[in-house]
T-cell receptor
């Protein structure tokens, strides 16, 4: 069983919809990351958070340490948001080592 | 542009070949990473280097051999690979190893 679980695995939305992607983890962590991977493979780091909530443009990430759960929200979704969204956690042990979820494939239709 | 470049972007090799993947970062970071991404599997960490010293070797087969000659360059030397090694190989860097990681575009490897 993977230490990091994401849901849903696939998500389809209409342009303008509010989107939520969930991440649960089963280990103690020092930080949680949300990453975006576009077709072709390039990965961009969206957020790194260890508590509370962060916002960047139309993206919002929240984390509940007690419940070992994080969510990534996208408001007013757009076709260019179509990508794979990956949750990853630092366990605070080995330098920089991240444990990854399997990713959520998001497709936003115009 | 993330500041992390990888070459080549695509590579096809036979099982008896020897090839190398190159990663370069111009961000002044001190930690660099190799990851493997296979179809339908989560990203897997292969190696971590901090200040040119390998600090993590995630039980990777010896047919993968990393090299970090300085803090800006990272290589992954490949020899006698297997078809199951076909994957996307991603390089990343971070300032000291406990911050956001910056990823390169990846090398898509096919082993025939």
């Amino acid at each position: 069983k993977n230490e990091v679980e994401q849901s849903p695995q696939n998500l389809t939305a209409q342009e303008g919809e509010f989107i939520t992607i969930n991440c649960s983890y089963s280990v103690g962590i020092s930080a949680l990351h949300w990453l975006q991977q576009h077709p072709g493979g390039g990965i961009v780091s969206l957020f790194m958070l260890s508590s509370g909530k962060k916002k960047h443009g139309r993206l919002i990430a929240t984390i509940n340490i007690q419940e070992k759960h994080s969510s990534l929200h996208i408001t007013a979704s757009h076709p260019r948001d179509s990508a794979v969204y990956i949750c990853a956690v630092n366990r605070g042990s080995t330098l920089g080592r991240l444990y990854f979820g399997r990713g959520t494939q998001l497709t936003v239709w115009p | 542009e993330t500041g992390v470049t990888q070459t080549p972007r695509h590579l096809v090799m036979g099982m008896t070949n020897k090839k190398s993947l190159k990663c370069e970062q111009h961000l002044g970071h001190n930690a660099m990473y190799w990851y493997k991404q296979s179809a339908k599997k989560p990203l897997e960490l292969m190696f971590v280097y901090s200040l040119e010293e390998r600090v993590e070797n995630n039980s990777v087969p010896s047919r993968f051999s990393p090299e970090c000659p300085n803090s800006s360059h990272l290589f992954l030397h490949l020899h006698t690979l297997q078809p199951e090694d076909s994957a996307l190989y991603l390089c990343a860097s971070s300032p000291t190893g406990r911050e956001t990681q910056y990823f390169g575009p990846g090398t898509r490897l096919l082993v025939l």
